[in-house]
């Protein structure tokens, strides 16, 4: 065993606080990376709080980890110490379910192991990525490119693998109508995608405040959704809309907005459920669909596409002491757009 120094939650609504834990010694098939910088994700406030129930306590939060490889075992073949690599919600799966072999562990059958905040196959809790080191299976170890800005990188292994996965399994290509809605630490990413891969992206958004940061991420277009005439010009418009909010909602008008064919991806949670006439889905033969994360063949695919066009994310570094306060700002969404940890200042 090695000794790891993080923050965690010792329990619920507590703040974090300095903690020093065991990781495991490198197995052979393992690789232990030393953290750089680690992304801040609106769901690792849900969980240090027990918002979703079920937390695991202590708790070091933090799934989107990028570093370099310090150590690795006997029989990896993709790593070597010195090497840049990523981690992102998920450390291992069953391996052998019909999803597993199709390289979709997000949807195991038996359920995908987290990152943080659940147990590994010894029975033993996980720990995040607040922390300086972490040692991970080769199979859910990402490579990261050189090119990239390693902090910028870091929200790519949640944010932006959620927010790709939805756009390639809806088959998005160049020419098609994307509608991207809430524009966050999700959506700025579908923003920057979508235009990336040469859609044509208009950003729907209840705060007219927002066009020009929408137009700086590469939107193309911006409706202010409270505004009716504005509404009435994208009926039966999108191809594909991606819903990145968590607020309670009717879904009614944005529906009417797809065209033939069309399809909403859910993404966000809204504590309640959203609200919609069947209607407006029969009418058009229109869908509703939700999707999750993504795989790590999947993630590694975005990853290449990132360090080709030059995509990632937009952030603001913080220390690791600060992240008490960052989870207030977050929850105001004061950030643009996702607080990123310099794990250097732990």
Same mark, same amino acid.
């Given at each position: ?6 923050? !965690? ?49 202590? %708790? ?9 490889? #310090? ?5 990896? +073949?993709?790593?070597? !110490?010195? =090497? ?16 597993? #072999? ?8 038996? @359920?995908?192991? @987290? ?23 080769? +199979?859910? $170890? ?18 932006? *693998?959620? #927010? ?11 020419? =098609? ?11 700025? %990413?579908?923003? +920057?995608?979508?235009?990336? %891969? ?7 958004? #209840?705060?007219?405040?927002?066009? &020009?940061?929408?137009? &700086?991420?590469?939107?193309? +277009? ?16 999108? =191809? ?24 909403? $991806? ?40 990132? &360090?080709?066009?030059?995509? %990632? ?7 690791? =002491? ?18 990123? *940890? ?5």
């Amino acid at each position: 065993m090695s000794v790891a120094k993080g923050y !965690a939650a010792l329990e619920a609504h507590a703040p974090l606080t300095p903690f020093s834990f065991e990781r495991r010694e490198v197995g052979p098939h393992d690789v232990r990376i030393e953290i750089l910088f680690c992304g801040v994700c609106h769901s690792d406030v849900h969980q240090v709080r027990d918002e979703w129930g079920g937390s695991i306590f202590p %708790m070091v939060p933090g799934h989107e980890i990028v570093g370099r490889v #310090t150590e690795v075992g006997a029989h990896v +073949k993709g790593f070597k !110490a010195g =090497d840049l690599a990523g981690v992102g919600c998920m450390v291992d799966s069953c391996q052998h379910c019909a999803e597993c #072999t199709d390289g979709l562990e997000q949807y195991c059958d038996n @359920g995908f192991v @987290g990152t943080y905040n659940a147990k590994d196959k010894d029975g033993q809790p996980t720990y995040g990525g607040y922390s300086n080191s972490i040692v991970v299976t080769e +199979k859910f $170890v990402l490579s990261v490119s050189e090119k990239l800005d390693l902090a910028r990188v870091a929200p790519l292994l949640c944010a932006g *693998i959620t #927010t790709w996965s939805p756009l390639r399994q809806w088959n998005a290509k160049a020419g =098609d109508r994307v509608a991207v809605m809430g524009l966050g630490g999700l959506g700025h %990413m579908a923003v +920057k995608f979508a235009a990336a %891969m040469g859609c044509e992206v208009t950003v729907l958004s #209840t705060s007219p405040s927002k066009e &020009a940061d929408a137009k &700086a991420l590469g939107a193309h +277009k911006f409706v202010v959704t409270k505004d009716a005439e504005a509404m009435k010009g994208i009926r039966n418009y999108f =191809d594909l809309i991606i819903n990145t909010v968590s607020a309670p909602m009717d879904l009614t008008p944005y529906v009417g907005s797809l065209r033939l064919d069309g399809t909403m $991806v859910l993404l966000g949670v809204p504590p309640e459920a959203p609200q919609l006439h069947a209607f407006n889905l029969i009418a058009k033969r229109r869908r509703i669909a939700g999707s999750l994360i993504g795989g790590i063949q999947e993630t590694q695919e975005m990853l290449d596409f990132c &360090a080709e066009h030059n995509v %990632m994310s937009d952030v603001e570094v913080i220390r690791m =002491d600060y992240i008490n306060e960052a989870y207030e700002r977050m929850l105001k969404s004061d950030v643009k757009y996702r607080f990123v *940890i310099d794990l250097a200042t732990i």
